[in-house]
């Protein structure tokens, strides 16, 4: 399925970086509780993901990563998830973050 390039420019990825992870029990599939800050235009959102194979809440914290910052809130459990995280299957299918390869300013967009 083809998009066009507008469809593309609705959906707003940002980079943030994670302040706070913690284990999230409650989730269905093993996963943590992100808090994510995006910088003075966008805030701190919440979200949590499935991530545990691959990393612990300390190493997370202070990390950049990708984020779609335009899709409406939705309940997981009790967290309410504001934004999407992004990350690619490794061969095991565990995610992998997608992060910027340099320390960029929270907040950028993606193009």
């Known amino acids: 399925m083809s998009i066009t ?18 284990p999230f029990p409650e989730a269905r599939k093993p996963a943590y509780k992100l808090w994510v800050d995006f ?3 966008i805030g701190e959102k919440r979200s949590s993901a499935q991530i545990t ?13 990708l984020a779609v910052v335009n899709f409406p809130p939705r309940q997981i459990g009790k967290v309410m998830s ?3 995280v ?3 299957p490794d061969p095991a299918g565990e995610v ?8 960029v300013p929270l907040g950028g967009r993606l193009y």
């Open 5 to 22: 390039f507008d469809d593309f420019l609705k959906v707003d990825i940002r980079v943030g970086q994670i302040t706070r992870a913690e």
């Open 39 to 41: 910088g003075p235009e």
């Open 53 to 65: 194979a691959h990393y612990s809440c300390d190493e997370l914290v202070g990390r950049q990563v």
């Open 82 to 84: 504001e934004v999407l």
């Open 86 to 88: 992004l990350g690619v």
């Open 96 to 103: 992998v973050l997608i992060a910027p390869g340099h320390e």
